[in-house]
T-cell receptor, first 114, second 114 residues
């Protein structure tokens, strides 16, 4: 069954701790993306990766880090430097090319930092 | 840079009534246009997209949208809504380049009442 898996669905951390969010896909898609969603603000791009071992900053990369060691995996680390980490985090992949392309989204991880 | 404006944060409507969710965008270059739907605590699902060709685009669940280049709009419509259409709807644009990064509007909550 092809798809995107994000785990866990809910994550709780204490302030000052780093936390890593998982994103795994078996769609054989090259490009992967991380978005952050806050109420009333839509989604904002954190990082994206178009191929293994390469990634680019998005609009709000400060306080986050990523790695792309395997095509299937694109973990996101929320570091203690992120000032307001509580949010809903969504991972996406890019399928198709040209006229058929679209981004596919995972189910998301809700992170709460207290 | 690109930006997307969804003018209505919430749209209440009675079941079986028609609905229009408004989306305007700003871009100095050509873009692709998308509408996504999000149910509570879930990821995003693509409703429809405009990449090229006919300006009237039909999507899933009976939704359609019309691309108006002169008004830089991409409004979403449905002739008769159901209770199950209650969700958050996001308009998004993407530059026609290799990154395929999405820029999202702030979302419109569609609330369908019996």
């Amino acid at each position: 069954d092809g798809g995107i898996t994000q785990s866990p669905k809910y994550l709780f951390r204490k302030e000052g701790q780093n936390v890593t969010l998982s994103c795994e896909q078996n769609l054989n898609h090259d490009a992967m993306y991380w978005y952050r969603q806050d109420p009333g603000q839509g989604l904002r791009l954190i990082y994206y990766s178009q191929i293994v071992n390469d990634f680019q900053k998005g609009d709000i990369a400060e306080g986050y880090s990523v790695s792309r060691e395997k095509k299937e995996s694109f973990p996101l680390t929320v570091t203690s430097a992120q000032k307001n980490p509580t949010a809903f985090y969504l991972c996406a992949t890019l399928g198709g090319q040209g006229a058929t392309y679209e981004q596919y989204f995972g189910p998301g991880t809700r992170l709460t930092v207290t | 840079a690109q930006s997307v404006t969804q003018l209505d944060s919430q749209v209440p409507v009675f079941e079986e009534a028609p609905v229009e969710l408004r989306c305007n965008y700003s871009s100095s270059v050509s873009v692709y246009l998308f509408w996504y739907v999000q149910y509570p605590n879930q990821g995003l699902q693509l409703l429809l997209k405009y990449l090229s060709g006919s300006t009237l685009v039909k999507g899933i669940n009976g939704f359609e949208a019309e691309f108006n280049k002169s008004q830089t709009s991409f409004h979403l419509r449905k002739p008769s809504v159901h209770i199950s259409d209650t969700a958050e709807y996001f308009c998004a644009v993407s530059r026609m380049d290799s990154s395929y990064k999405l820029i999202f509007g702030s979302g419109t909550r569609l609330l369908v009442r019996p």
